[in-house]
């Protein structure tokens, strides 16, 4: 029978360390051709999309099927045996996804910032700001953090319990330029359709993360952000030419040439280093694809069966 799994089992058993394990383990077995993904697809409904994606490893496969519709989301994993192909487990799939989107980006900065990075900015203060806060928070001894979004207070209940959870100081900064200033790593995680974070602001040697456009028609990094970026990565190439608006302004500017960006799978193994000199700056721009919430899915699955979480279904 498939296990049911609900968003208060999920929240009981996933970690920022199980994320990254997961994450990071995918993106090796993409990287060296034993892991496929499938780009995410999208359906037009009356008042929203339904969005399908999906993703295979040796052990599970899997899909992410979500809709949004007035502002409201909805995701589900359904993830199946890599061996037999029989139904594992349907889950409810918000805090998976936020924390495989935290992973991706620790992943990112474990192999692309500076060791000694110890200061972060971040635009956006929402409910995908907190696991990239925590994702690059365990890869990297973090001192202080900047965050800036456009409530005042909003921003300063975020600082506040950011402070509180990490264990780190988390200051709301009074500008957009004042959380990219001489800030070692820079994460963008807004719905933003235009760009809020600019090149000039960025300090040589710093690491960006960018994560919250997944539409052509979104933009959260200028066209000089790009150009500065000695090293892009992408968690997709085939994804990233169908949504990422930041790299595709970029290169109708002539700013930027897909050609030379890389995979995050390939630089995980080693084929592409993430960062060859301490004064370039680096951009992770991540799209979110299949791949880490079928593997992060799979982590879970396994933790609810050993823990006798979630409900037998007929199936």
């Known amino acids: 029978m498939a296990l049911f799994l609900r968003e208060a089992d999920v929240e009981k058993l996933v970690t920022m360390e199980t994320a990254l394990h997961a994450v990071e383990q995918a993106f090796r077995m993409h990287g060296e051709g034993t892991a496929e993904n499938a780009p995410r697809r999208r359906c037009r409904l009356e008042r929203g999309f339904l969005h399908v994606m999906s993703a295979s490893l040796p052990d599970v496969a899997g899909l992410k099927g979500y809709t949004t519709v007035a502002g409201t ?3 589900h994993v359904y993830l199946y045996a890599g061996d037999d192909g029989r139904l594992l487990s349907i889950m409810e799939a918000n805090k998976l996804g936020q924390m495989r989107t935290g992973a991706a980006s620790g992943i990112a900065t474990r ?60 200051y709301p900064a009074g500008s957009p330029e004042e959380a990219a200033r001489d800030m070692d790593v ?9 760009p809020v974070l600019r090149g000039e602001w960025l300090a040589e040697g710093s690491h960006i993360n960018a994560i919250g456009s997944n539409f052509l028609s979104r933009q959260e990094l200028d066209v000089e952000t790009v150009r500065r970026s000695a090293c892009v990565v992408v968690d997709s190439i085939e994804q990233a030419k169908m949504e990422s608006g930041d790299l595709s302004r970029a290169a109708e500017a002539d700013a930027f040439y897909w050609e030379d960006a890389r995979e ?16 370039e700056i680096t951009l992770f721009k991540s799209n979110g694809i299949a791949l880490e919430d079928v593997a992060l899915a799979g982590k879970i699955y396994q933790a609810a069966v050993a823990a006798g979480l979630g409900e037998n279904l007929p199936l």
């Open 264 to 279: 995050l799978g390939l630089v995980v193994t080693g084929e592409f280093p993430g960062r060859e000199d301490v004064k």
């Open 186 to 194: 820079v994460i963008t995680a807004t719905t933003a359709k235009e």
């Open 111 to 170: 192999y692309m910032a500076r060791q000694d990075a110890s200061r972060v900015g971040i635009f956006g203060t929402g409910w995908q700001a907190r696991s990239q806060l925590e994702g690059v928070c365990a890869v990297r001894s973090i001192q202080t953090i900047v965050a800036f979004g456009r409530d005042q207070r909003r921003r300063e209940a975020f600082c506040k319990e950011m402070t509180e959870r990490l264990g780190v100081g988390v």
């Open 73 to 75: 989301a909805r995701f």
